[in-house]
């Protein structure tokens, strides 16, 4: 997972934190999203441009609903444990959900949020390792 992720957040392809989950769980999990589909992430960049939830986490309740959720999100057996699940382990590793808070100690001045968008793809990985069965 850790090398889909650094493909993906690739300086040459320009995604932003939210694009690069969804891109990476795309291919792992062969979502089949259409082009379009990645559109949807663009506004959760930068904590919605203001700072606001992180992309990582916006991103990866996305990718649990396109994996968890049947035809609503109250038919699915499992969705709301691994979205509580995927938000508590992600508060209890980063100490915030919040970008603003997030990238003043985890961005690097030469990488931006490269590590901390592997570190959180690679939680977001292991809760669906949980519930997905090989």
């Not at 904590?47 to 049947?70: K, R």
């Not at 990238?103 to 390792?129: A, M, N, P, Q």
């Amino acid at each position: 997972m850790k090398e889909i992720l650094e493909k993906y957040r690739n300086p040459n392809l320009d995604l932003s934190c939210s694009e690069t989950i969804l891109y990476s769980f795309n291919e792992k999990y062969g979502l089949n999203l259409s082009e379009e589909s990645f559109k949807m992430m663009a506004p959760f960049s930068g904590g919605m441009y203001e700072g606001e939830t992180c992309g990582i986490m916006t991103a990866g309740l996305s990718v649990l609903g396109i994996m968890f959720t049947n035809n609503v999100s109250h038919q699915s057996p499992v969705l709301h444990q691994v979205v509580l699940e995927f938000k508590s382990k992600f508060r209890k590793q980063f100490q915030s959900t919040i970008c603003s808070e997030l990238v003043g100690y985890k961005r690097k001045e030469d990488t931006g949020c490269t590590d901390f968008i592997v570190e959180g793809g690679l939680l977001l990985d292991e809760v669906i390792s949980k519930y997905v069965k090989s």
